[in-house]
């Protein structure tokens, strides 16, 4: 067994990985989740939530699992507790902690670890393809008493976040963005224009698609509000649904879940503007807005 490496290398990711391994190593031994529970002193809910990545596991009760699990091969039993050892390790996260409420940690630690992120805006640009002005007006507006060094932070870390799309091998990114966020003046008009032109510009890019959901359209798939679907290259990662509200956040895999928001994202890209008319559309808005 090999420790999952690139994608995979961020806390929360880990965590679920070996979260998902682990519960594949109990229900492989025949140990139930209350056996399991037991030999190491916990109740079975706290297991359950070890078992989907929720919380963390400690180095010596690991051991002890994996020897009622049957683990004595040292390659895989060493895999396993390196993996547990780098889950309990704080990322780059840890330094903007105070520029994100908890419950959107999570979200930025999924996203790094993407390998396709399909998302569908209604409100703003979204925010992997945010200018710096254009996230400091979406950061600032309604917030006008949040402290300067808070926004400056906040505003770091959303640039941070874009870093995905400049790797080596970049995330792939499908924005579907409806043509409202595209005409609201977030920032003014200088600052809404030149967000359009770059919005133009990473439309061009090989790994990015950008569609829009005219007016005209009407009624569509969308009705229900923003939503973001996370796809991983490691098989051990099941897709995941993130949807915001405004003190919170769900995080859906769960698999009639993924298959309602799967087909709500298909039927956005079908019924939006293919991206071709969708850069004619941009360019219309900039030279008018």
């Known amino acids: ?173 499908w924005a579907v963005i409806d043509e409202a966020a595209l005409w609201r003046p977030i920032g003014g008009s200088d600052v809404s224009r030149a967000q359009l032109r770059a919005l133009l510009d990473a439309a061009r890019l090989q790994h990015i698609t950008v569609q829009v959901m005219p007016f005209h359209v009407g009624g569509h798939a969308g009705e229900a509000g923003a939503f973001t679907v996370l796809r991983f290259p490691d098989p051990e990662l099941h897709d995941i649904a993130y949807v915001e509200q405004l003190t919170g956040a769900m995080y859906l895999e769960r698999d009639d879940d993924m298959d309602s928001y799967g087909a709500a994202m298909e039927r956005l890209c079908v019924q939006s503007a293919s991206p071709e008319e969708s850069m004619d559309l941009i360019s219309k808005i900039t030279r008018e807005i």
């Open 1 to 173: 067994m090999a420790v999952p490496t690139n994608s995979a290398n961020r806390p929360t990711v880990r965590r679920r990985i070996m979260a998902a391994q682990l519960r594949r190593l109990r229900e492989t031994s025949g140990v139930t989740r209350r056996e399991a529970a037991a030999s190491i002193g916990l109740g079975e809910s706290k297991l359950s939530r070890i078992e989907t990545g929720r919380v963390g596991l400690d180095e010596d009760d690991l051991k002890q699992l994996l020897k009622l699990y049957g683990i004595h091969e040292p390659d895989e039993r060493d895999a396993l507790l390196a993996l547990a050892r780098e889950a309990n390790r704080p990322g780059w996260l840890q330094d903007y902690s105070g520029a994100m409420p908890a419950w959107f940690r999570p979200y930025v630690d999924l996203e790094e670890a993407a390998q396709v992120i399909r998302t569908y805006e209604v409100q703003f640009v979204p925010g992997l393809l945010q200018t710096e002005d254009y996230a400091r007006a979406v950061i600032t507006q309604g917030r006008s008493d949040l402290p300067e060094e808070e926004v400056a932070a906040r505003v770091e870390l959303r640039l941070r976040r874009q870093r995905i799309l400049t790797a080596s091998h970049p995330t792939r990114l």
